[in-house]
């Protein structure tokens, strides 16, 4: 079993910046080598989507194109930890932010942390 554990959220003003921590425990002694991990993101009344990902070895990441050039996804093996620093946050960026780790992101049985929230005011 892993647990991911999200932190960082907050309320930011528009055009502010977040930096969106999540630390991953369990049986796998190395997370994320072991799993790819994404972050998604969910607002009420919509379904969950795809942020951004980046593969087990760490050479490749991808992006929505709602944020690319504005969200940068970066990990630390020894840590077991993943981040996603927010650059330029709009009020469209508004939603629970989840962690998401497995044999790829977001497909059943993966891994979900319990999301932080995030909301820019505009």
């Known amino acids: 079993q892993l647990q991911l554990v999200e932190s960082g959220g907050g309320l930011v003003q528009a055009g502010g910046s977040l930096r969106l921590s999540c630390a991953a425990s369990?049986?796998?002694?190395?997370?994320?080598?072991?799993?790819?991990m994404g972050w998604f993101r969910q607002v009420p009344g919509k379904e969950r989507e795809f942020v951004a990902a980046?593969?087990?070895?760490?050479?490749?990441?991808n992006y929505a194109d709602s944020v690319k050039g504005r969200f940068t996804f970066s990990r630390d093996v020894a840590k077991n930890t993943v981040d996603l620093q927010m650059n330029d946050l709009q009020s469209e960026d508004t939603a629970v932010y989840y962690c998401?780790?497995?044999?790829?992101?977001?497909?059943?049985?993966?891994?979900w942390g319990q999301g932080t929230q995030v909301t820019v005011s505009s």
């Open positions: 369990g049986r796998t002694l190395s997370a994320l080598r072991t799993y790819h």
């Open positions: 980046i593969n087990r070895s760490g050479d490749s990441t």
């Open positions: 998401n780790a497995g044999p790829r992101v977001g497909v059943r049985g993966s891994y």
